[in-house]
């Protein structure tokens, strides 16, 4: 079974930092394509950005609101997808997934089939 | 602000066809596919259609997609009571060098 179960979500205050992490299991996680995207409290579904494989390039690409102040790792060895967000806003609170597509058969990094449940984070002061 | 643009509600009796338009430009569904996705409360969002009018398995063949220059539509025939969700298009944009969501159609049965 795929599972993606993402940890490290809670209250910061503005200004602040916190890191995500999404421990991923099912699939061949050195091979995948993954991305985040956020939604906060009543709205849709916003990308944050997505980081390939290292054996396609590992480039990563970032959604104007978050860039220079988010940045998307991974770790193969341990299964392990990361989001490092710092300098913090209140606009920033949403509920924030990892997700990717089951496999490069679909040609897409965005054909998003495998969501993890999300971790919420609370920017307030 | 999303580059894509669906009425923010739909609605049908259980049985009928209902139709969910998505309006963008050459910078993304001009040029690029489309997926759409539904989303039931309080859960994450649901693959429904990759590449224009793609189902993934499992996904019933009461839903189809389709894409016309700028636009794409997404279509519910036979609608259920457990069809009542939000659904969203999405699609890269080259001018924004982002993957963009919809702004969301909530379906009403």
């Known amino acids: 079974e795929v599972q993606l179960v993402e940890s490290g979500g809670g209250l910061v205050k503005p200004g602040g930092s916190v890191r995500l992490s999404c421990v991923v299991s099912g699939i061949t996680f050195s091979k995948a394509w993954m991305s985040w995207v956020r939604q906060a409290p009543g709205k849709g579904p916003e990308w944050v950005g997505r980081?390939?494989?290292?054996?396609?390039?590992?480039?990563?690409a970032y959604a104007a609101p978050v860039k220079d102040r988010f940045t998307i790792s991974r770790d193969d060895s341990k299964n392990t997808l990361y989001l490092q967000m710092n300098s913090l806003k209140t606009e920033d609170t949403a509920l924030y997934y990892c997700?990717?597509?089951?496999?490069?058969?679909?040609?897409?990094?965005?054909?998003?089939?495998?969501w993890g449940q999300g971790t919420m984070v609370t920017v307030s002061s | 602000q999303s580059g894509l643009t669906q009425p923010p509600s739909a609605s049908g009796t259980p049985g009928q066809r209902v139709t969910i338009s998505c309006s963008g430009s050459s910078s993304n569904i001009g040029t690029g596919t489309v997926n759409w996705f539904q989303q039931l409360p309080g859960t994450a969002p649901k693959l429904l259609i990759y590449?224009?009018?793609h189902r993934p398995s499992g996904v019933p063949d009461r839903f189809s997609g389709s894409k016309s220059g700028t636009s794409a539509s997404l279509a519910i025939s036979g609608l259920q009571s457990e069809d009542e969700a939000d659904y969203y298009c999405a699609a890269w944009d080259d001018s924004l060098g982002s993957y963009v969501f919809g702004s969301g159609t909530k379906v009403t049965v």
């Open positions: 997700t990717t597509p089951s496999g490069t058969y679909y040609g897409s990094p965005y054909v998003f089939d495998i």
């Open positions: 980081i390939y494989s290292k054996n396609d390039g590992g480039a990563i």
């Open positions: 590449s224009n009018s």
